[in-house]
């Protein structure tokens, strides 16, 4: 089954195991907030832009097909800022629709994580950015990058062939592991920094660079000023 008609069916998108544990405002302290506002606010207008340029459409649950992550350093370690999983078009919030996830256990497929409310969710591509951005070390790289952005407009292997981006071949359900693993064994056979735009088949486009406005020129360069 593809994930349009599991998500036409009335599937989840996300699926691995999700625990909540508090709310970024009371959990953070301040100079951790401070870290992770800053990032958050990067993460949110970049979203808006991929938005307005159709890169993340709205998929058959009416909710954007589109997310991304940023890897930060907080007191505590390493984790990721993350939009949320189901968010509808328009304004971002930084604490309503991103959440903070602490960690991702790939053996149990679960997520630790703090978000305002307990029903905020992070993003289904959560398994995919927590590999992607290397905080399990599943990838080796000459460098290694800190943010992501990943949206579903651009998802065949013929936009691919246009826009020459590596595409993957394998067509998978979202957050599951082998979406994940198609995503690693891409990035390996492509390494980072030489490429940094990638196409999972079906899937849609994967950037990752150095920051979150390296991301944003990725797309502008690299898929937008391209494709339209």
Not at 5 to 31: P, Q, T, Y
Not at 203 to 217: F, I, K, P, Q
């Amino acid at each position: 089954m593809s994930e349009e008609n599991h998500l036409k069916d009335g599937g989840a998108r996300v699926k691995f195991i999700c625990l909540w544990k508090g709310s970024i405002s009371e959990k953070l302290s301040s100079d951790d907030f401070k870290i992770y506002e800053s990032n958050a606010s990067q993460l949110a207008k970049s979203l808006l832009l991929q938005e307005k340029y159709g890169l993340s459409p709205v998929a058959p649950d009416g909710k954007v097909g589109g997310n991304g992550a940023i890897k930060v350093n907080l007191s505590f370690g390493a984790c990721l800022i993350v939009s949320m999983s189901g968010k509808l078009p328009g304004s971002i919030d930084i604490l309503k629709h991103i959440c903070l996830v602490l960690n991702f256990n790939e053996d149990l497929w679960q997520c630790e994580y703090f978000a305002e409310q307990e029903s905020v969710k992070p993003t289904s591509d959560t398994p995919m950015h927590y590999a992607a951005l290397n905080l399990d070390g599943k990838i080796h790289m000459k460098a290694y990058p800190k943010a992501a952005l990943h949206g579903h407009g651009l998802a065949t292997s013929e936009v691919a062939e246009k826009l020459n981006i590596p595409c993957s071949p394998e067509d998978t359900l979202f957050s599951t592991r082998e979406d994940m693993e198609a995503l690693v064994k891409l990035i390996r056979q492509y390494p980072y920094p030489l490429n940094k735009v990638f196409i999972r088949k079906n899937h849609g486009y994967y950037l990752l660079g150095e920051d979150m406005s390296d991301c944003v020129e990725n797309s502008l360069n690299k898929i937008i000023l391209p494709y339209i």
